[in-house]
C-alpha cells in the first residue's frame, strides 16, 4: 500500500520558533508538494519539488522554504514561526513518467500545526 | 488566472439519498478536472478525473461529467450511505503550470 507519513500530526510552537514539518514517501515518486489547507480557502501550494535538491515556489512561498536532500523525504521549515501560519499542512507525492501524471497526487494526513 | 469554485457545504443528506455537489472552473486552455475526498483524519485522495471535455470520471459510485459549454463538473451520486462522509474537493490541473488548483472544499454529512 503506496504511504506518505508526515512526522507529527499536531504541533504546538511559540511565535518565532523555527519549525520543521517532515514528510516521507516510499513509493519511489519524483515530486513532492507542500499545501496548507485553511478553512473557506481549500488547498494552497506552497512549495514543490521535482527532483532532489530542486525546489520551485507555489502560491504562497512567503515565511517558508523547504529542502529535499533525499528522493523521498521533503521538508518544510517555518524560519520563524508567526500566529497567522496556524494550519493544516499537507504533504503530497506523485509520480513522472510514461503514462505518469503530475496530478495524481498522494497525501499524507496532514499536521496541524499551532502557534501561539 | 485559473480557478475552481465549489458550494459551500455543509450538506446534510440522509441515507440513500440523491448527492450533487456543484463545481465551476475557470481557466486558459484546457485543463483536467479532479474530485479529491478527504475522509476524517486522512489524507486527500483522487476519487475521480476527467480529462477532456465531455469525459465522464466515475469510482464508488460517484460521477462527474466535464462540461465545457458551462465550466462545470458537478459530483453527483445516486444514493449516498454514512461512510460517504467527507469533505470532497474538486480540482484542475494544467500541464502548462504542473500545479493543482483546489476549490474551497465541500463538507459532506449523511446520516443514517
Known amino acids: 500500500d503506496v504511504k506518505v507519513t508526515q512526522s507529527s500530526r499536531y504541533l504546538v510552537k511559540r511565535t518565532g520558533e523555527k519549525v520543521f514539518l517532515e514528510c516521507v514517501q516510499d513509493m519511489d515518486h519524483e515530486n513532492m508538494f507542500w499545501y496548507r489547507q485553511d478553512p473557506g480557502l481549500g488547498l494552497r501550494l506552497i512549495y514543490f519539488s521535482y527532483d532532489v535538491k530542486m525546489k520551485e515556489k507555489g502560491d504562497i512561498p512567503e515565511g517558508y522554504s523547504v529542502s529535499r536532500e533525499k528522493k523521498e523525504r521533503f521538508s518544510l521549515i517555518l524560519e520563524s514561526a508567526s500566529t497567522n501560519q496556524t494550519s493544516m499542512y499537507l504533504c503530497?507525492?506523485?509520480?513522472?513518467?510514461?503514462?505518469?501524471?503530475?496530478?495524481?497526487?498522494?497525501f499524507g494526513p496532514g499536521t496541524r500545526l499551532t502557534v501561539t | 488566472g485559473n480557478s475552481v469554485t465549489q458550494m459551500e457545504g455543509p450538506v446534510t443528506l440522509s441515507e440513500e439519498a440523491f448527492l450533487t455537489i456543484n463545481c465551476t472552473y475557470t481557466a486558459t486552455g484546457y485543463p483536467s478536472l479532479f474530485w479529491y475526498v478527504q475522509y476524517p483524519g486522512e489524507g486527500l485522495q483522487l476519487l475521480l478525473k476527467?480529462?477532456?471535455?465531455?469525459d465522464k470520471g466515475s469510482n464508488k459510485g460517484f460521477e462527474a461529467t466535464y462540461r465545457k459549454e458551462t465550466t462545470s463538473f458537478h459530483l453527483e451520486k445516486g444514493s449516498v450511505q454514512v461512510s460517504d462522509s467527507a469533505v470532497y474537493f474538486c480540482?484542475?490541473?494544467?500541464?502548462?503550470?504542473?500545479?493543482?488548483?483546489f476549490g474551497s472544499g465541500t463538507r459532506l454529512l449523511v446520516r443514517p
Open positions: 476527467a480529462t477532456k471535455a465531455d
Open positions: 480540482a484542475l490541473w494544467m500541464d502548462s503550470s504542473y500545479k493543482l488548483i
Open positions: 503530497a507525492s506523485s509520480p513522472t513518467g510514461t503514462g505518469a501524471r503530475g496530478y495524481e497526487q498522494y
